[in-house]
């Protein structure tokens, strides 16, 4: 069994890529923010490892998204590793958010990339556990509707579709760690489902399922549906300025990105 210590070196480095994880392009769709793996972006730096790519915002503390694929082959019965630790892949002179910067804040360490997603070794479950997956949530949120919608998505998995996921969240609230992380005022998910797996992008079509969650980061909803804050794609590129289907064909995009979903299932924690 590998050591939490030996996991958080080798999935922090990212030296730990091949068998672990499928050969995917996790912004097979593009890149929202167009995020670029330089100093000269700190607050939208572009992040890739094997299990997720998104951007983070050194100012805030936070990831401004995060994109990843999601099918059968990321799913399996490894336990949750619970290892939440800092990233060591960020530039070496930036600061870094710790586990214990959450400690009284009001606020929950919410995966973006989920841990649910990742059960297939060891490595990859541990990875969803870097502070560069997490944002502060509120607890009613994070434990409700989120994890409601998290679990309805690999339910389409066990089905034998394959998602692209992308989520993250924007506006602020009081920053917590005394001014080391910014909270995000609301939190939101888009995600592209395809009925055949193996096609990748090339497989979207104006017929293509797309939801799209936009939700308050505050307590008060925790027995809310996800349903219940469906939005457009459209809805949330004016709320962030993101791009979210740059790679799709602009004429597929405009008759997916109008299209508001308001769910046909919520599975119960």
């Known amino acids: 069994m590998i050591s939490v210590c030996l996991l958080a070196f080798l999935t922090g480095c990212g030296l730990l890529t091949g068998a672990l994880s499928p050969r995917i392009d996790h912004l097979a769709l593009g890149n929202p923010s167009n995020a670029t793996p330089t100093g000269l972006t700190p607050n939208n730096y572009l992040m890739t490892k094997p299990q997720f790519a998104l951007s983070y915002n050194r100012k805030r503390g936070i990831p401004n998204w995060v994109s990843w694929q999601l099918d059968s082959g990321w799913l399996g019965d490894v336990e949750r590793q619970n290892d939440f630790r800092p990233d060591s892949a960020l530039p070496e002179q930036w600061e870094r958010v710790t586990p214990t910067d959450y400690r009284r804040s009001g606020y929950d360490r919410g995966h973006l990339a989920p841990s649910g997603d990742r059960t297939n070794t060891q ?37 034998g579709k394959e998602l692209y996921i992308v989520a993250g969240g924007y506006g602020k609230r009081d920053a917590i760690a005394t001014g080391k992380i910014i909270p995000p005022n609301r939190v939101w998910k888009v995600v592209v489902v395809l009925d055949a797996p193996g096609q990748g992008p090339e497989g979207i079509s104006p017929q293509t399922r797309v939801i799209a969650v936009d939700m308050p980061n505050q307590n008060g909803d925790s027995d809310a549906p996800w349903t219940a804050f469906t939005v457009s794609v ?36």
Not at 127 to 148: C, E, K, S, Y
Not at 235 to 251: A, C, I, N, W
């Open 234 to 269: 459209d809805s949330l590129e004016h709320q962030t300025g993101y791009d979210f289907l740059r790679k799709v064909p602009k004429s597929v995009q405009d008759s997916i990105e109008v299209r508001v979903d308001r769910g046909k299932q919520k599975i119960r924690r």
């Open 123 to 159: 490595v990859n479950n541990s990875a969803t556990f870097l502070m560069t997956n997490i944002i502060p949530q509120a607890a009613d949120i994070n434990r409700g509707p989120w994890v409601d919608l998290e679990q309805y998505c690999r339910y389409l998995v066990d089905r």
